[in-house]
């Protein structure tokens, strides 16, 4: 039973890491019978193991029509990011506290990873070192309860990002931003720099915000014959 469980917690972390990587997006279908033939689980554990991720908001269970990656709200996006400012605000002022020459080093081989995957073109693996970073702080910090509702709230940011990202964005204008905000955050940390540290963090999410198409596009007078000229 417990090499069972074992087995669904790695291929829950399996499908986490496709959605913080925007490899699984918003909306996709996720068939019984192909996760069955692809992680060699039983139908039963297949049903059992969308069900979990149904509970943490990765996935909507549709009677009849199956389970589909999850499609946030504009209002669940906004719940998302204020919750995640109040909890790394307080993972990054913990951390920035007593940051060591030990935890210095790991923040920096991890931002070397990120820097490489954007070096290479690997867009994927980027985005998922991003959401990495961030839960490293949190464990970093030792703050157990807190990490555990980031790395509940990282996938759903990430299904976020991939739906309400503006089109300029996803064509790649912004790219290199979180890397260099990162940066900014790892110097603050290691220098003990709390409040700039905390500031920083609040800077980087609410920039990330920004980035999304969260209000519905202003209404425009539809011109019928202009759009049926060719009738």
Not at 96 to 123: F, I, N, P, V, Y
Not at 194 to 208: C, K, S
Request: one cysteine or more.
């Amino acid at each position: 039973m417990n090499n069972k469980n074992t087995d669904l917690d790695k291929v829950y972390q399996r499908i986490w890491e496709a959605i913080v990587a925007h490899k699984l997006l918003p909306g996709t279908r996720l068939k019984e019978e192909e996760l069955c033939d692809t992680f060699g689980l039983s139908r039963g554990f297949v049903r059992k193991l969308l069900l979990q991720l149904s509970y943490h908001k990765l996935v909507n269970l549709v009677p009849n029509s199956g389970a589909f990656v999850a499609e946030p709200s504009p209002e669940e996006a906004r719940d998302i990011f204020q919750a995640r400012r109040l909890i790394e605000a307080e993972l990054v002022r913990e951390l920035a506290s007593k940051c060591t020459l030990r935890e210095k080093k790991l923040l920096q081989e991890h931002l070397e990873k990120e820097h490489q995957a954007l070096e290479q073109g690997d867009q994927s693996l980027r985005i998922r070192l991003s959401g990495e970073f961030h839960l490293l702080i949190g464990k970093l910090a030792n703050k157990p309860v807190l990490t555990s509702f980031l790395h509940e709230i990282i996938p759903r940011s990430s299904l976020i990002v991939a739906l309400y990202q503006q089109s300029g964005v996803r064509k790649g204008h912004h790219h290199a931003g979180p890397c260099s905000e990162h940066n900014e955050l790892l110097e603050a940390i290691a220098g003990h720099h709390t409040e700039r540290a905390v500031q920083l963090m609040i800077d980087h999410l609410n920039e990330i915000e920004a980035r999304l198409q969260l209000e519905p596009p202003a209404e425009e007078d539809v011109n019928l014959k202009h759009i049926f000229a060719d009738f």
